[in-house]
């Protein structure tokens, strides 16, 4: 009856010393997304279920009193939007995610994208009358537009807009 005894007290110490779950998380796979000229979306994990803090700022370090968001919902994938942004901005930010009473933190930064014309400019350019290598067979198919190769007589070509470049300097500024 001893070896049992002995048995069963091995088992039981070997139980107690396993390992404990994790209770401090471990941020992995940051990220961001520029959803927006003046939006973007910080995304990263943890491998316990944690809070989500972003504190966001244009300057780097991220002062303390910089704006952030809270997200008290413990989650092991962490996504929290950001709006109200300045368009073509570099931003800076620091992710922090707690569980219990330890927590962890990251840091990098994203763009912004510029503004975009609310209205997209006319088109330049006109159908031009080229012969298109493009097409075979016994019809000739001759549309282009802005140098752009027709595959048939109906197809429809969508062309995007171009912007000026700024003017060149005069050889006196130079």
Not at 41 to 50: K, L, P, R
Not at 149 to 169: K, T, Y
Request: with cysteine; proline share 10%; net charge negative.
């Amino acid at each position: 009856m001893k070896p049992i005894v002995v048995l069963l007290a091995l088992t039981l110490a070997a139980g107690s010393l396993s390992a404990a779950p994790p209770s401090s998380p471990t941020i992995t796979l940051i990220y961001t997304t520029a959803e927006t000229s003046s939006s973007a979306e910080v995304v990263w994990n943890t491998n316990v279920a944690s809070d989500s803090r972003v504190q966001y700022s244009a300057t780097n370090p991220v002062p303390a009193a910089a704006p952030s968001i809270y997200l008290a919902t413990p989650v092991t994938v962490h996504d929290v939007e950001l709006t109200g942004l300045n368009p073509a901005t570099l931003y800076y930010f620091r992710v922090t995610s707690c569980a219990k009473t330890r927590c962890a933190t990251a840091t990098g930064s994203f763009d912004t994208y510029p503004n975009c014309p609310d209205e997209v400019p006319p088109v330049s350019g006109s159908w031009q009358k080229e012969p298109s290598p493009n097409v075979g067979g016994s019809t000739a198919v001759t549309n282009q537009l802005l140098a752009v190769a027709a595959i048939s007589e109906s197809d429809v070509w969508v062309a995007g807009w171009a912007q000026e470049p700024p003017a060149r300097p005069t050889s006196a500024a130079l």
